[in-house]
């Protein structure tokens, strides 16, 4: 049973990249149907078992702002929204629960990352196809996307899948196919090459703390150094050959986006978004309302979750990213800069964006802890097993003599 809910959890995780591409009558989309499934089954794991994996620190806090955003629904200025944000938080709490309980091992997240890199290549698919077929994204007249998927979002969803598919790749043991490590190495320009597609004026930013990780030396290596130079410099030699000149355009117009004052209308939205949290600062509008206060989203997480759930709301979710923070900071080289570039990207991409409700910002956050105590589990195995030997090795040889009388 718990072998089925594994597989199930990583089909699930596959799927994550590209849930908005493919939708289903009546459920949604991919990612809740499977959701629905392997959440069965892992409730079925935990009662043939008799066991339940103790929750961390990480999931107290993240329960709390969720049950947060459930009570908003008493004072929210639109019920109908607040609901409908409950019953997506409700569905994250779930997935985040089942993939703690699924993704136990060093081994499991490793595998937890791989599933994801392959849904993130199902992204570049579609766009490159789209992109040979002059199918542009829907509402843009220059820039490509998956199909059915948001420009920005997808932006997002394959950046963070940079740093992943470095240390996938650098990482990797002897037992590991080398067709895993061409596919992973393969990823980091295809990626980059998508990325630039979509025209996306915030990539030029979030991809910053993705190209430090992979450019930053672990050791002084000048075949690893000049490896990681010739990705990024084929990656982008391979974007000016293959971009629309429209594309390029848009995307030197950065500048002048910032410095205008405007940033794609964002400005507009941030100032009615900081209004409504004026109005309601401790308690806030309620949960998913801005959608009708300002008539969309606010593109900026930090602002949302401020305008919406008030300071109480706003001081838990600092609390789960400090949770995150601090778990990721605390692991051992090799791992600590994977989840902190992973981190950063994030943080920078939502600056300009509302994903504070999308399941990759949880399936992010849950993967640094279940990390954490993975390593961390492993770590103190070997250290109790080498204490235990040098304590049997400093015994006298009269003591292990007589032990044998």
């Not at 990480?58 to 109908?80: D, E, G, M, Q």
């Not at 081994?107 to 002059?134: C, K, M, P, R, T």
């Not at 080498?386 to 009388?405: G, N």
Request: hydrophobic residues 55%; positive net charge.
């Amino acid at each position: 049973m718990r072998k089925i809910a594994y597989w199930l959890t990583l089909t699930l995780v596959f799927t994550l990249p590209w849930e908005d591409g493919l939708s289903i009558p009546v459920i949604g989309s991919i990612t809740k149907l499977l959701g629905l499934i392997a959440a069965g089954f892992w409730f079925l794991t935990i009662l043939t078992e008799g066991r339940f994996r103790k929750p961390h620190l990480f999931h107290a806090f993240v329960l709390f702002f969720f049950l947060w955003n459930v009570i908003s629904y008493i004072w929210s200025t639109n019920i109908n929204d607040t609901i409908g944000r409950i019953i997506t938080y409700g569905q994250i709490f779930i997935l985040i629960v089942i993939v703690w309980e699924m993704f136990q091992k060093p081994a499991d997240v490793i595998a937890g990352l791989q599933a994801y890199i392959f849904g993130a290549f199902v992204l570049i698919a579609s766009s490159i196809n789209n992109f040979l077929h002059g199918t542009i994204a829907e509402n843009y007249e220059v820039r490509y996307s998956a199909t059915g998927v948001n420009a920005v979002d997808l932006v997002v969803f394959l950046l963070l899948g940079l740093p992943i598919a470095w240390h996938l790749f650098a990482h990797a043991d002897n037992k590991r196919s080398s067709i895993l490590k061409i596919i992973n190495i393969a990823y980091l320009p295809l990626a980059i090459i998508t990325v630039l597609l979509t025209a996306s004026r915030t990539s030029l930013f979030a991809i910053v703390p993705a190209v430090i990780y992979i450019l930053w030396p672990k050791k002084v290596d000048i075949v690893q150094l000049g490896l990681r130079f010739m990705i990024v410099v084929f990656s982008i030699l391979c974007s000016i050959a293959f971009l629309p000149p429209s594309v390029i355009e848009r995307l030197a117009s950065a500048s002048i986006s910032i410095s205008s004052g405007d940033i794609g209308g964002r400005v507009v939205l941030w100032r009615e978004t900081i209004a409504s949290f004026i109005q309601l600062p401790i308690f806030g509008s309620g949960s998913g309302t801005l959608n009708t206060i300002i008539g969309g989203l606010s593109h900026q997480t930090f602002l949302s979750i401020l305008a919406e759930t008030g300071l109480i709301g706003f001081v838990l979710f600092l609390c789960i990213l400090a949770i995150v923070i601090n778990q990721a900071i605390r692991l051992p080289k090799g791992y600590s800069g994977l989840w902190l570039s992973s981190f950063f990207v994030w943080f920078v991409a939502v600056l300009s964006l509302s994903f504070e409700f999308r399941k990759v910002t949880w399936i992010l956050f849950s993967f640094v802890i279940i990390e954490g105590e993975a390593v961390h589990k492993k770590y103190r195995s070997k250290k109790s097993k080498s204490k235990a030997k040098k304590t049997i090795e400093s015994q006298p040889l009269s003591h292990v003599t007589e032990s044998y009388d």
